[in-house]
């Protein structure tokens, strides 16, 4: 079983839609990590997250460390959020990541 | 803003090559890695190094190797290139005292035929 479960794996919205997308992990960790990749490869960070709850414009993520699960919330989605979304961990107190295998968000017009 | 880049967005050789691959970070950061990412696998760890001649094993280091003879460039190198090392790979960079954060290249498609 993977460390780092994300669902779901893929996801279809309309324009104007609140999304959720979820991971969950079955190790100690010392950092959460959202990350976004577009088409054409590049990554780049989110959020990173060891408790609580941020909020960058329309993006959300929040953690529960007691029941090891995360969420990103979009608010308001757009076409150009779509791209796949990434969760990742730093597992005790490792630099290295566990990634989860993505979700793929497409938003439609 | 820390930049991570890598010398080819696309890269096409013939197997049994030698490959290199090359990543330089301008923030001098300590941590650097080297990832390949396939449908349906995610990321996966090749190498990681955590200072200037420092080398890590990762996940799947076979067939590969790497070196880190200065603090901003880390390079990988397939020895002798196969079909299933056809991938994206991704370079990436972190900071020890940064909190975790990694910074990533743009990445190379990388075909071998």
């Known amino acids: 079983k993977n460390e780092v479960e994300q669902s779901p794996q893929n996801l279809t919205a309309q324009e104007g839609e609140f999304i959720t997308i979820n991971c969950s992990y079955s190790?100690?960790?010392?950092?959460l990590h959202w990350l976004q990749q577009h088409p054409g490869g590049g990554i780049v960070s989110l959020f990173m997250?060891?408790?609580g709850k941020k909020k960058h414009g329309r993006l959300i993520a929040t953690i529960n460390i007691q029941e090891k699960h995360s969420s990103l919330h979009i608010t308001a989605s757009h076409p150009r959020d779509s791209a796949v979304y990434i969760c990742a961990v730093n597992k005790g107190g490792s630099e290295k990541l566990v990634f989860g295998k993505g979700t793929k968000l497409t938003v439609n017009p | 803003d820390v930049k991570v880049t890598q010398s080819s967005r696309y890269l096409v050789k013939r197997t049994g090559e030698k490959v290199f691959l090359e990543c330089v970070q301008d923030m001098d950061h300590e941590n650097m890695f080297w990832y390949r990412q396939d449908p349906g696998l995610g990321l996966r760890l090749i190498y990681f190094?955590?200072?200037?001649?420092?080398?890590e094993k990762g996940d799947i280091p076979e067939g590969y190797s790497v070196s880190r003879e200065k603090k901003e460039r880390f390079s990988l190198i397939l020895e002798s290139a196969s079909t299933n090392q056809t991938s994206m790979y991704l370079c990436?960079?972190?900071?020890?005292?940064?909190?975790?954060?990694?910074?990533f290249g743009p990445g190379t498609r990388l075909t071998v035929t």
């Open positions: 990436a960079s972190s900071l020890v005292s940064g909190g975790y954060e990694q910074y």
């Open positions: 997250l060891s408790s």
């Open positions: 190094s955590y200072d200037v001649k420092m080398k």
């Open positions: 190790v100690g960790i010392s950092a």
